[in-house]
C-alpha cells in the first residue's frame, strides 16, 4: 500500500464534475477578476462563519498583511504569535514593519499559550495572532481577556481551521479580524492560491477591501498605496463548490481522527488533546513518540507517508537571526518540533488505509 499524507487527487474526482461545470460557467462569462462568483462567495464565506464581513484576497500570507495593516500595525509596534506555525505568520509582521515576538506553546495541544503571551506584553504591543494550529481552535477567551486589558488586537490566523469552533462561533470570527487561507492542502482548498480576511468591523472591512485592490475603490483613482491582491472568479467558482462539501469533509475528519486515536496503544505515543467546548477540524492528526526518526522511517518503508511540522520553530529561523532568540528560548516549541508526527489525515482517507497504517503502528511500538 502507498499512504499519501494528503491525497487531493481523490478529492477532486469526489467532485469532478460540478467543478468542470464551475469552470466552465467561468471561462464563458468573460468575466474573471472581481465578478459575481467574488460576491456570491464573499457572501457566503461572510454567512458560513457568522461574519458580517468576507473580504477575498490572493492568499493567506496577504490576507495576514492586510489584516495588520487594517489594525494599523506598522515599524516600531510588536506583535505577539506562536514560534509553532508555518512561516508567513510571523512573515507577515515583519513583512509590515513590526517586530514578531515568540511567545511558548501550550506543550498539549501546540497552541499559543496565554500564561505565555501575557508574559510578553509591553507597552510596543500592538496585536497578539493567535494561531488555530492544525485545525485546533486556540484559546480565545484568555487572549480576548488580554486584549481588552492591555488595549490589543486579536488578529486570528485560522488559515488550518476553516469550519472549527471554539465554544459554538467558527474561527476567524472570534477576534478582531480573522484570515484564511485556500491553499490547496488547506480543509477548504482551491486549484491555486487564494485566501480571505473575515471582520464585523466595518472600518477594518473597508480597509483591507481597499489597500487589497490598489487602494481604488474608483476606477484610477486611488485613496492609499495598496496591494494587487485578489482572488479570482476562477478560485471563487470552485471554492463555492468545496465550501458545500465543507462541513462533511470536516465530519469525515473527525471521524478518522476518532478512528486513529481509539485504536492506536497508548503506551510510548502521546495522541492528540482537545480542550473543552470546541469542534476540531483536524487539519493534521499529530501524534508523538520520542524516537520519532526509528518510526517514521518504519512507516515511510511500510509505504505510509508521515509529516514533520515544523521542523525548525519560528525563533530559530535563519531569516529571524537578528531577533536574537537561541535555542531553548521556547522548551515547549521546540520539544514539539523534535518529537511530533503528523500521520496521512483527508476525508477520503479509506477504512483499509487506516487499519494497515494502525496495524503497523501498532507493530512497531510492540517491538520496542
Ligand atoms: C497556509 C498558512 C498560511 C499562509 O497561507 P498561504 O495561502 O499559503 O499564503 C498562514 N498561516 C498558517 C497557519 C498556514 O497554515
Same mark, same amino acid.
Given at each position: 500500500m502507498n499512504i499519501p499524507l494528503i491525497d487531493l487527487r481523490a478529492q477532486y474526482l469526489s467532485v469532478d464534475a460540478e467543478i468542470q461545470n464551475a469552470v466552465r460557467t467561468v471561462l464563458h462569462s468573460?468575466?474573471?477578476? =472581481?465578478g459575481p462568483e467574488i460576491r456570491s462567495f464573499e457572501q457566503e464565506m461572510a454567512q458560513f462563519t457568522q461574519s458580517q464581513y468576507a473580504i477575498s484576497t490572493a492568499n493567506g500570507t496577504d490576507s495576514l498583511i492586510l489584516a495588520l495593516e487594517a489594525c494599523g500595525v506598522g515599524a516600531g509596534d510588536e506583535v505577539i504569535t506562536s514560534p509553532y506555525t508555518f512561516f508567513a505568520t510571523a512573515e507577515a509582521i515583519a513583512r509590515v514593519g513590526a517586530v514578531p515576538v515568540f511567545a511558548d506553546i501550550? @506543550? @498539549?495541544? $501546540?497552541n499559543l499559550s496565554p500564561e505565555h503571551v501575557e508574559r510578553k506584553v509591553t507597552s510596543r504591543t500592538k496585536a497578539i495572532i493567535p494561531v488555530h494550529i492544525f485545525g485546533q481552535p486556540a484559546e480565545m477567551d484568555a487572549f480576548l481577556d488580554i486584549a481588552r486589558r492591555r488595549h490589543l488586537y486579536i488578529i486570528e490566523d485560522a488559515c488550518q481551521a476553516l469550519g472549527a469552533t471554539y465554544k459554538g462561533r467558527p474561527v476567524g470570527s472570534i477576534g478582531h479580524i480573522g484570515c484564511v487561507s485556500f491553499f490547496?492542502?488547506?480543509?477548504?482548498?482551491?486549484?491555486g492560491d487564494g485566501g480571505i480576511v473575515l471582520t464585523n468591523d466595518e472600518d477594518m472591512a473597508r480597509k483591507v477591501r481597499l489597500l487589497a485592490s490598489?487602494? =481604488?475603490? @474608483?476606477?484610477? $483613482?486611488?485613496d492609499a498605496v495598496g496591494y494587487n491582491s485578489r482572488l479570482d472568479e476562477l478560485q471563487a467558482a470552485i471554492l463555492r463548490v468545496k465550501l458545500g462539501k465543507l462541513n462533511e469533509w470536516n465530519k469525515l475528519r473527525r471521524e478518522k481522527a476518532e478512528y486513529y486515536s481509539g485504536q492506536l496503544l497508548a503506551p510510548g505515543i502521546a495522541l492528540p488533546h482537545s480542550i473543552n467546548d470546541i469542534v476540531h477540524v483536524y487539519h493534521i492528526y499529530m501524534i508523538e513518540f520520542k524516537e520519532r526518526e526509528a518510526l517514521s522511517s518504519y512507516l515511510n518503508e511500510a509505504g505510509i507517508a508521515t509529516g514533520h511540522y515544523y521542523p525548525c520553530p519560528l525563533h530559530l529561523q535563519k531569516a529571524f537571526v537578528d531577533l536574537g532568540y537561541k535555542s531553548g528560548d521556547l522548551p515547549a516549541a521546540e520539544a514539539a518540533s523534535e518529537r511530533a508526527i503528523a500521520l496521512p489525515m483527508f476525508p477520503e482517507l479509506t477504512m483499509e488505509q487506516q487499519q494497515y497504517i494502525v496495524s503497523r503502528i501498532n507493530k512497531f511500538i510492540e517491538s520496542q
Open positions: 468573460g468575466a474573471y477578476v =472581481s501550550d @506543550r @498539549r495541544t $501546540y490547496p492542502t488547506k480543509n477548504l482548498g482551491g486549484y490598489h487602494g =481604488s475603490t @474608483r476606477k484610477y $483613482y486611488h
